[in-house]
């Protein structure tokens, strides 16, 4: 028995991102991804962290899957409707997440000439369409292979704030430029 897909019927989500019995599709690294986050000043980098964002399960929308839209669809609320308020919009390409791999500190030993496998940590994205976000996806945390859904390492949890951070600042002018185009900023 097809189990009967549930339509969008939160008002004000434009139709081009209803999912419409479209199904889920692989991420390339040619790809990028669009997360809201919390708005900071205008002139102000991201500096260590991007201001409410999670950085597990972390919710973001691809580009190719919206070729219709704009990187500010991020902002539609598919909850309450409307337009999510005080956020601005970061952009993480595919591949340059793809290439964030890194140790845990916690595992590596000191003079050791390369960490072990299982100390290793890695970021994949997974696309997860919604009935009102077609093209919203998933970034997922990976340790030696496995998807991580919690951490207990706050020294691991930097390490992830400051690179995501560190990416998305070398578009955060053009993510400005185009919020400001398209009226979400002065």
Avoid: W
Avoid at 26 to 39: C, T, Y
Avoid at 118 to 128: I, N, Y
Avoid at 167 to 186: C, I, N, P, Q, T
Wanted: aromatic share 6%; with cysteine.
């Amino acid at each position: 028995m097809q189990e009967c897909e549930q339509a969008c019927n939160v008002e004000g989500i434009p139709p081009h991102l209803h999912k419409r019995g479209r199904s889920s599709e692989s991420i390339g690294d040619g790809d990028r991804l669009f997360l809201h986050h919390d708005a900071i000043d205008v002139g102000a980098p991201y500096g260590f962290d991007i201001k409410g964002v999670r950085y597990l399960d972390q919710s973001a929308n691809s580009e190719m899957l919206n070729p219709d839209g704009s990187p500010c669809d991020v902002l539609y609320d598919t909850r309450n409707g409307g337009i999510l308020a005080n956020k601005q919009v970061a952009c993480l390409p595919v591949a340059e997440l793809r290439m964030l791999a890194f140790p845990n500190p916690n595992l590596v030993k000191k003079g050791a000439p390369s960490p072990p496998p299982e100390a290793m940590h890695s970021f994949e994205v997974f696309h997860d369409p919604m009935p009102c976000m077609f093209p919203h996806c998933e970034i997922a945390l990976f340790q030696n292979e496995q998807r991580k859904r919690s951490l207990n390492s706050s020294e691991v949890k930097s390490i992830i704030r400051r690179q995501f951070a560190r990416v998305a600042e070398k578009y955060r002018s053009d993510m400005l430029m185009l919020m400001r185009s398209e009226g979400f900023l002065e």
